[in-house]
C-alpha cells in the first residue's frame, strides 16, 4: 500500500517518499542491491561527496555519457540530473535508466521549451544547430550535432566557417565561445541559474586575501567572471587545471561539489570556492539545487523498487540519439 501511494505521488515528488528503516545500513544496502542487480552508478562532480564516493564512475556531462555509451550493466543509476539520465535512456533504450529524484532539473534545459525553439529555428534558416547537452530530448530532437564544455570548441571547429550556426541555450558559454573561435553563431538567451550567480567583486575580494591564487571558471559562467579568469574550462579541464598548475591556491567559479574531487586528488592546494552575489547560502558557494536534490536515501529507494525511471518516446529517442551520437563520434 505505502510503495502504491508513493508510485502515485511520485509525479509530484520526484521521488519515492517511503520511510527508510533505520536500523539499516545505507551503504551496505545500496551496495548489495547495485550487485543483485548488476546497476553502474554514475555521478557528476557536482553530486554530494557522499554520493561520489559511492559511484562506480565520477564525471563531467562528456565523460558521463560516454560511460553510458559503453556500460554493460543492466541498469543505469544516475546520480546527475534529468538531462544526463534522459541522454544515457537515448544511448540506452534497453537498459532500465534510474534517477533518484525526477525533479533534478536544470535551468539550461527549462529554458528552451520546444515550440518556442522550432520558432527560433524558423527565424534563422540555413543555420546548423548546435545544442549543449544541457537540453530535453525535444531539443535534441531539433539539434545537428550535441556538445558538452569539454567539446564545444572542436566541434565547432569541424563546421565549415561559412556555415551559420545556432548555439543553444547557454548564451554565457555562446559568446564564450564565438570569442573563442571567431564565429558569429546566433545565440539562445539561456543561462545557469547557479554559474549567473558568481559576483567579480567579491571574487576579486578573495583575490586579495590569496593573490598568490589562480581564478578558475566553468564557461557558463557570466562575461565579467570569465573576463578575471586565468583558466576556464569544464568541471574535468577544471579538475586538471588544479592538479596540474603550480599555483599553491585557486578561486573556482563553477558549482561547489567539485570540490570535493579536487580535495581528494589535489590535497595539498587551497580551493577556495568562488562566492555567490546573494549570500544565502550556508557555505558561501554556489550550488545547484537540482544536482542536490539526490541523496543517499534516494539512491537506495530508486535501487530498491526500480523507481524513477527515465522514459523517451522511442520515435523521440531516435531523433535525439543522432546529434548525440555525431558528439560521440567527434569526441
Ligand atoms: P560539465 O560537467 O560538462 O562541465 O557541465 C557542467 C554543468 O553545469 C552540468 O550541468
Ligand atoms: Fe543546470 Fe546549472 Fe545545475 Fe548544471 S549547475 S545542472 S547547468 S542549473
Redesign the pocket.
Known sequence: MQIEQAIQNLPNKGFLDIPIDKNINLIDEINRLRKEKNVVILAHY?QVPEIQDIADFVGDSLALAQAAAKTDADMILFAG?HFMAETAKILNPDKKVLLPDLLAG????ESAPREKFEEFKKKHPNHLVVSYV?TSADIKALTDIVCTSSNAEKIIASIPKDQPIIFAPDKNLGAYLNKKTGRNMVLWDGA????EEFSVDKIMELKKEYPEAKIIAHP?SRESVLNIADYIGSTSGLLNYVKTNDAPAFIIAT?AGILHKMKQEAPDKILIPAPPLTDDTSCACAE?P??KRNTLEKIYLALKYELPEVQVEEELRKKALIPIQRMLELS
Not at 545557469?192 to 554559474?195: G, Y
Open positions: 557536482y540530473v536544470c535551468s539550461l534545459a544541457n545557469c541559474e547557479v554559474h557558463e558549482e545547484c537540482y544536482m
